[in-house]
């Protein structure tokens, strides 16, 4: 069973900053993409950012050019900086490896279970 802890979340302004992380705890993520997700209230979970083993990223257009996402295979975490920040922004984001990688699609992953999630609310 993989676990995935998410962190970083928090209540910020618009135009803001957070930097939130993922740790992966129950397998290797050196070969896989990696990806985050978020859920704004009352709304599906969708495909924010997704980034291949080499470093190769992509992002919806929703936060493109807001957002960065990166990773450290060796700490088996991945991180989503989050600039410029919007009230549109506010969701619980949550990290996984994807096997869907069309943001237009519904999210499908490897792994049978989310983590908790971590909740990002903008607002002044």
């Known amino acids: 069973q993989v676990t995935l802890i998410e962190s970083g979340g928090g209540l910020v302004q618009p135009g803001g900053s957070l930097r939130l992380s993922c740790g992966v705890f129950?397998?290797?993520?050196?070969?896989?993409?990696m990806a985050w997700y978020r859920q704004p209230p009352n709304k599906a979970r969708e495909l924010v950012a997704t980034?291949?083993?080499?470093?190769?990223?992509s992002y919806s257009d929703s936060v493109k050019g807001r957002f960065t996402i990166s990773r450290d295979n060796d700490k088996r975490a991945i991180y989503l900086q989050l600039n410029n920040l919007k009230s549109e922004d506010t969701a619980v984001y949550y990290c996984?490896?994807?096997?869907?990688?069309?943001?237009?699609?519904?999210?499908?992953?490897?792994?049978?279970?989310w983590g908790q999630g971590t909740q990002v609310t903008v607002s002044s």
């Open positions: 129950g397998s290797i993520i050196s070969v896989l993409d």
């Open positions: 996984s490896a994807p096997l869907e990688l069309d943001f237009n699609k519904p999210p499908r992953i490897r792994w049978h279970n």
């Open positions: 980034i291949d083993p080499h470093g190769g990223t």
